[in-house]
């Protein structure tokens, strides 16, 4: 979705929307009856400033012609939308060390649904480095993109992924964010983007 | 609907409006009703599209016509629509779509934000229940000292209940419950059998049952023939839109209304990104607009802007209002624009099945749509305090046969012994479920996303921070315990008790965020929804809100709209707008 940017004559793309396909993230962009499909491939997954920030391949693939591939483009996290579903099974054979302890009813007073650690995240919005050029032909300025990327999980992977994202998550943002717990989970992503 | 056609007449950017209402759900419809009447030249701008009632409304759809059943193509949902935890097949295009409308919360801390946009905003799908407060919710503070009165009491707004019942049309009975105070009612519906046995066991532990009140037509009146609405015929599918204007909706009852004065535009596709200012005077000026579907950038002008755009909709587009007279949003020089945000909660509760009543012959008993109400029975005086927390809830619930038999989930086996157990006890579901009150506090708040995050249009959205107290656990305990001590007098069996809250948001009333109160330090609103700071915008929706109390708050959201309207038609009489 866009609105007329003043800085060029070009409209201004503001979010893609995506979800997740394996570690990869797709989404389309549209221009009337004209669709190039979005990747982002994270290959690395690192923090600044107590943010991810996930670094990798974006490939935007034209309705006619080749697809242009742009390397080292990062996407750093913004801020989260919290889901209201279950979240994942940890990651078999994870470090237990990793793993939080599920939230437990205090003298039987009710817990509420999909909070604390019984819950996951929903929406990681990330602001993607800018895409500047002729991005194969997409009519768009593309200098600040949001990405929107729905963790809707169908896949072992994606649910791993899931499970670590919301997890890093809660290492660096929660009540009790620690060092090392996000260290440990980073290690755990970055296995899984390195696959 | 033809008259409203006739208001969708191309809108003026050099006019000067008498008032810009922004929304055209229950509050803004009513903003449009009462200030045409009064002869204001008014602008609706409605940031969704209009609708087609031929189209657009499903009421007479059976799943069995859809490829999907009424359950949507596989992830669907979950990648389009995932926090409209009501939208369903049938009735997903009233909603919107949380790709384009996204906002975020803390980690841990989920909210569910339910919203439409269209012209007629939620109410093409509510859920009509239509309750009073009373003044055991309006003076709450001066009975248990937790945080402060409403600047109304009953007496002052029982008027303006009156007027917005009678004209959208509410069915119940007189139940005599100061509490819960009664109006004047179409005929009410029945109880259905199983919900006589349920009432028969509430009322021997010395609570009280009664027939929900709903804004359904189970008689017309003059004026809603006059704008082509008819009785309700009982299909129950009100939440896919009601074809016949029986329940009611802004667009089947206050926005025709609004259109046969002449006096209204109606602008659909129209999203508000802020209200303007004028430099000189701190006023308002108008209205930044961007259209949803040309994406050309407008701005309109007007002499009073109505904000009316949902509770959480208005709070964010006065927060991106600022400016060098309102650098903090508009109206915001308490700081308190964006606090004491509220929902009910439910979740918690018990359900199970009426011995009595299982194997018999299924009847029609879910055509009613409105199950039964059980009012609150906690802390109304000193007999009734309860030690552990402070206000109340009520149940919704009943023990009627739907269309699905939702007990088939969780019966075991498979075959012909389980169809046959299926059948047996499909007939006899009895539930109750909490509408419970939610303390209101400073520390649940809406604002600006301090990172940046942005909608399809460029738009700031909102970060919500909200979690519940101790007081709703207590609450939740004790509603899950009597839900179960009701079930169990009825005679229920395979009894389950529902100890889990629902998430904030998730009963889609979300209240509070610019609260209206006497004093301009700590409040955002004065008692007639007018801007404390900026004397030409009113806030009419549910920001407006004190405090929650444990019912339905549309009702409420148009009596305070009517006696809104009234004041600011006086006040500009009197030259002081
Ligand atoms: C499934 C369901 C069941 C419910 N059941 C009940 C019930 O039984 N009883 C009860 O009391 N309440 C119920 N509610 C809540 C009820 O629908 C709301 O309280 C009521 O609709 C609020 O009215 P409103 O005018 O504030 O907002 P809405 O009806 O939501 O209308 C707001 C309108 O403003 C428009 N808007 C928002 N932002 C902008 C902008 N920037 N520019 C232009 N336009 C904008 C929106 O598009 C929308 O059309 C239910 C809600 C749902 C979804
Ligand atoms: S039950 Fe009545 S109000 Fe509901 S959709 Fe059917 S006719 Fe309309």
Redesign the interface.
């Known amino acids: 979705?866009?609105?007329?940017s003043k800085a060029v004559s070009r409209?201004?793309l503001?979010?893609i929307?995506v979800?997740p396909s394996g570690a990869e993230m797709i989404g389309q962009i549209e221009s009337g009856k004209s669709i190039w499909q979005f990747n982002f491939l994270p290959t690395r997954a690192r923090l600044a400033d107590w943010r991810l920030v996930l670094t990798g391949a974006v490939t935007i693939t034209p309705p006619i012609g080749q697809p242009k591939t742009i390397n080292g483009v990062t996407a750093r996290l913004?801020?989260?939308?919290?889901?209201?579903?279950l979240p994942p099974e940890p990651p078999v054979g994870i470090d237990r060390t990793l793993i939080p302890p599920a939230e437990v009813?205090v003298n039987?007073?009710?817990?509420?649904?999909?909070?604390?650690?019984d819950?996951s995240i929903?929406?990681m919005?990330l602001?993607l480095s800018a895409l500047t050029g002729n991005v194969a032909g997409v009519p768009y300025d593309l200098s600040a993109v949001?990405l929107?990327a729905?963790l809707?999980a169908?896949s072992n992977l994606e649910r791993e992924l899931l499970w670590l994202y919301s997890a890093l998550?809660?290492a660096t943002?929660?009540?009790q964010s620690d060092g090392k717990w996000a260290e440990g989970l980073l290690a755990e992503i970055n296995k899984r983007l390195a696959k | 609907m033809q008259s409203i056609q006739a208001a969708m007449k191309p809108a003026s950017a050099k006019k000067k409006y008498d008032a810009i209402i922004i929304g055209s759900g229950a509050s803004g419809g009513m903003a449009a009703k009462e200030l045409t009447e009064r002869g204001f030249e008014v602008l609706v701008l409605e940031a969704g599209p209009m609708i087609d009632p031929l189209r657009d409304f499903n009421m007479n759809k059976f799943a069995y016509e859809s490829m999907y059943r009424g359950l949507w193509r596989p992830g669907q949902k979950q990648t389009e629509q995932w926090m409209q935890d009501t939208a369903g097949e049938f009735s997903s295009h009233f909603y919107v779509k949380d790709t384009e409308n996204p906002y975020t919360t803390d980690p841990g801390k989920p909210f569910t934000w339910v919203r439409a946009r269209i012209v007629g905003g939620k109410t093409l799908h509510w859920g009509r229940l239509s309750w009073r407060f009373s003044d055991l919710d309006f003076k709450a503070a001066s009975q248990d000292g937790f945080d402060v009165d409403w600047p109304i009491d009953y007496k002052e707004i029982a008027p303006y209940y009156d007027k917005a019942e009678e004209w959208i049309g509410v069915s119940g009975n007189r139940d005599g419950l100061w509490w819960q105070p009664d109006g004047n009612y179409l005929p009410p519906m029945a109880l259905t059998c199983g919900d006589q046995i349920l009432k028969s066991a509430t009322e021997k532990l010395g609570w009280k049952l009664i027939q929900p009140r709903v804004a359904m037509l189970t008689q017309v009146k003059d004026h809603h023939r006059k704008h082509g609405r008819a009785q309700c015929h009982y299909c129950g599918s009100c939440g896919n839109g009601c074809s016949v204007g029986a329940m009611f909706n802004s667009l089947s009852s206050t926005l025709p209304a609004a259109a046969v004065t002449g006096k209204m535009t109606l602008r659909p596709n129209s999203i508000v990104r802020h209200i303007t200012v004028d430099q000189n005077t701190g006023k308002a000026k108008g209205v930044a607009v961007v259209d949803r579907v040309t994406r050309q950038e407008i701005e309109f002008i007007g002499k009073v802007v109505i904000v009316a755009g949902s509770t959480l909709e208005s709070t964010r587009l006065l927060l991106n209002s600022t400016s060098d007279a309102h650098p903090k949003g508009l109206g915001n020089s308490s700081g308190v624009l964006g606090r004491y945000l509220v929902d009910h909660f439910g979740g918690t509760g018990a359900s199970g099945y009426l011995p009595m009543l299982a194997g018999r012959d299924p009847v029609n008993e879910d055509g009613k749509s409105s199950g039964i109400f059980v009012p609150r029975f906690r802390n109304l005086d000193a007999r009734t305090k309860h030690p552990k927390y402070l206000r109340g809830y009520g149940f919704e619930g009943g023990a009627s046969i739907g269309s699905f038999p939702g007990n088939a989930r969780r019966t075991p086996g498979f075959g012909k012994e389980f169809k046959k157990t299926v059948r047996r006890w499909y007939v006899a579901p009895v539930s109750l479920t909490t509408r419970a009150n939610m303390l209101s506090r400073f520390e649940n708040y809406v604002e600006i996303d301090p990172d940046g995050v942005v909608d399809a249009w460029g738009i700031p959205v909102l970060k919500i921070h909200i979690q519940h107290s101790e007081n709703e656990r207590e609450m939740g305990r004790d509603a899950a315990e009597s839900a179960t001590e009701i079930l169990k007098k009825a005679g229920a069996v395979e009894i389950r008790t529902q100890n889990v809250m629902t998430a904030p948001g998730r009963i889609i009333h979300e209240l509070g965020t610019a609260r209206m109160g006497n004093d301009p330090k700590t409040s955002v609103l004065n008692k007639y929804n007018q801007s404390h700071d900026v004397k030409n915008v009113f806030v009419t929706d549910g920001a407006a809100f004190v405090g929650a109390a444990n019912q339905n708050p549309t009702l409420t959201i148009l009596a305070l709209t009517i006696r809104a309207c009234e004041y600011l038609t006086e006040e500009m009489k009197r030259g002081n707008i």
Do not use: C, D, I
């Open positions: 979705m866009f609105t007329k409209l201004k503001h979010t929307n979800n913004l801020s989260t939308q919290g889901s209201t579903a009813s039987g007073l009710p817990l509420t649904e999909y909070t604390g650690n819950g929903g929406v919005f602001k949001q929107n729905r809707w169908n998550l809660m943002q929660g009540p």
